[in-house]
Nanobody, 122 residues
Framework: QVQLRESGPGLVKPSQTLSLTCTVS?????????WSWVRQAPGKGLEWIGYISGTGDTNYSPSLKSRASISRDTSQNQFTLQITSATPEDGAVYYC???????????????WGKGILVTVSS
């Protein structure tokens, strides 16, 4: 079955760029899914950040659109999240996931990575 694994620094300084990579196994990121990033801050619910489609199109949460960017490397079967100008409020467990598509919309997730904790602190 598909496996996703997040990697990246666990500590980022305020104002720097938070950068995470998701490596996908047993499945191609060019397949017809929305390859997504989701986060969960301490004591809060899940927050969808955005996705990159199998064709490379991207879509972001309005609250993060100005700072978030998702890209991919199809040769490595990886997709990457960057959030610029990080603040302590960006500290969270970050998950990558394979999103399901219905009528062009993201309507669920069938596979998740285990998550990676990122702290934003000086």
């Amino acid at each position: 079955q598909v496996q996703l694994r997040e990697s990246g620094p666990g500590l980022v300084k305020p104002s720097q760029t938070l950068s995470l990579t998701c490596t996908v196994s047993n499945g191609s990121i060019t397949a017809f899914y929305y390859w997504s990033w989701v986060r969960q801050a301490p004591g809060k619910g899940l927050e969808w950040i955005g996705y990159i489609s199998g064709t490379g199109d991207t879509n972001y949460s309005p609250s993060l659109k100005s700072r978030a960017s998702i890209s991919r490397d199809t040769s490595q079967n990886q997709f990457t999240l960057q959030i610029t100008s990080a603040t302590p409020e960006d500290g969270a467990v970050y998950y990558c996931a394979r999103g399901l598509i219905r009528y062009g919309e993201l309507y669920g997730v069938d596979f998740w990575g285990k998550g990676i904790l990122v702290t934003v602190s000086s």
